[in-house]
């Protein structure tokens, strides 16, 4: 990247749920943009551990023994492995930083 | 990190200038926050790309061909070995993403 990314400016351009727009790309990790609302489903991902900051909403992050409730400029890492399902009440926005693009079947993205 | 973190809250702890606290890792990247102000001076790091993101006041990325001016959500990734000098005319709060902490004086810390 040799530009700079408005991060908000970006999410507010985002109109698919639960799919990742990547913005950067730095050692190897991308930084992706998503919005989402509703649940996605139980999912885990052995080959990296998956970064979340939030920037509008609020997000809960189901793992098998507790729930994570994340808020505005808060970040929370799914370590490698670790069964998880994001769920937004209403729509939330946030950056994800891992390997690969997740947003897909195996990523808990939801049929729709 | 098996805890949220509120990055903003935790910006506000932070006293000195141009000094990373890490607040997590994933995937062998270091999260880590800082905040600074003035000048630091010219480096650049052979081994890591380096990602900032600003949480508070303005940054400009003295590029050797170009300034990079940063504002609040904004995000720029400064290429391994590229040589960079970040300066702020007042406070500036950022988040910064790479493989170790480079706040020391190879990575651009001034002498104060």
């Not at 080959?47 to 729930?67: A, P, S, V």
Request: net charge negative; proline share 2%.
């Amino acid at each position: 990247m040799t530009n700079k990314i408005n991060i908000r400016k970006e999410l507010s351009t985002i109109k698919e749920h639960w799919s990742q727009r990547t913005i950067g790309e730095a050692n190897g990790q991308l930084f992706k943009l998503a919005k989402g609302v509703g649940e996605t489903h139980w999912h885990k991902h052995d080959d990296q551990d998956e970064l979340f900051i939030i920037y509008k909403g609020h997000m809960t992050i189901q793992l098998r023994d507790k729930n994570i409730e994340l808020y505005e400029d808060e970040m929370f890492i799914v370590a490698k492995g670790v069964e998880h399902c994001p769920k937004a009440e209403s729509e939330v926005e946030f950056l994800i930083v891992g390997l690969n693009i997740t947003s897909n079947e195996a990523g808990g993205k939801p049929n729709i």
